[in-house]
Nanobody, 130 residues
Framework: QMQLVTSGGGLVQPGGSLRLSCAASGFTLDNYAIGWFRQAPGKEREAVACISSSGGYTPYADSVKGRFTISRDRVKNTMYLKMDSLKPEDTAVYYC???????????????????????WGQGTQVTVSS
């Protein structure tokens, strides 16, 4: 059974940092495109950052470029999202996902293709507030 378990969310002040973790079981992350997504109340789910299955592409949303870093640990079979310089507008539920998706240099995937990331974590709340 393919499963992703997310951890690391919480409350942080503006300018602070958090690291989200997403541990995979039942499959090897290396064989899939992986990504982090977020959804704020009343808004559509958006792709934050991804890594292509080859590892050659790591596109980021413009709103997080230079502040967030996605990574993958092959030994631990875990993906991470390091978030620095957090802003109140980063407040959302964050989800990790993996799937057989073509990730390009410029984009994780079109919103209509998000479902092709077939395996999703349970989501973790990130709240940025003073």
């Amino acid at each position: 059974q393919m499963q992703l378990v997310t951890s690391g969310g919480g409350l942080v002040q503006p300018g602070g940092s958090l690291r989200l973790s997403c541990a995979a079981s039942g499959f090897t992350l290396d064989n899939y495109a992986i990504g982090w997504f977020r959804q704020a109340p009343g808004k559509e789910r958006e792709a934050v950052a991804c890594i292509s299955s080859s590892g050659g592409y790591t596109p980021y949303a413009d709103s997080v470029k230079g502040r967030f870093t996605i990574s993958r640990d092959r030994v631990k079979n875990t993906m991470y999202l390091k978030m620095d310089s957090l802003k109140p507008e980063d407040t959302a539920v964050y989800y990790c996902a993996a799937g057989l998706v073509v990730v390009t240099s410029g984009s994780c995937a079109a919103p209509a293709e998000y479902a092709d990331f077939g395996t999703w974590g349970q989501g973790t709340q990130v709240t940025v507030s003073s």
